[in-house]
């Protein structure tokens, strides 16, 4: 079984920056397509980022240039850099892990089989 924990979240002034944090624990995270969602305030869960397990990523295009997620094997942990903030990036955030290696797109919340339990983003204007 494989737990997320996310931490990082926080309240940051447009344009400015976070690094959010996923701690894997149970299995290593180079077992799984590992992601990025979120989830503005009323609105549904979206798609923000994934990271294959070879390595390469992809982003919405609301965040491409912006977000880049990063990866430590040392500390079993994915990260999530968020640049040039703006009020639109408010959500609670949430790592999840798709145990499905072969998947051909990634950006569908039905694919991931684990979830962490979300951190709050608030960018104020």
């Known amino acids: 079984q494989v737990q997320l924990v996310e931490s990082g979240g926080g309240l940051v002034q447009a344009g400015g920056s976070l690094r959010l944090s996923c701690v894997v624990s149970?299995?290593?995270?180079?077992?799984?397509?590992m992601a990025w969602f979120r989830q503005p305030p009323g609105k549904e869960r979206e798609f923000v980022g994934a990271?294959?397990?070879?390595?390469?990523?992809t982003y919405v295009d609301s965040v491409k240039g912006r977000f880049t997620i990063a990866s430590d094997n040392a500390k079993n942990t994915i990260y999530l850099q968020m640049n040039s903030l703006n009020p639109k990036d408010t959500a609670v955030y949430y790592c999840?892990?798709?145990?499905?290696?072969?998947?051909?797109?990634?950006?569908?919340?039905?694919?991931?089989?684990?979830w962490g339990q979300g951190t709050q983003v608030t960018v104020s204007s």
């Open positions: 149970g299995r290593t995270f180079s077992n799984y397509i």
């Open positions: 990271m294959r397990v070879d390595g390469r990523k």
């Open positions: 999840a892990a798709d145990s499905y290696l072969w998947r051909i797109t990634l950006d569908a919340e039905s694919n991931y089989n684990y």
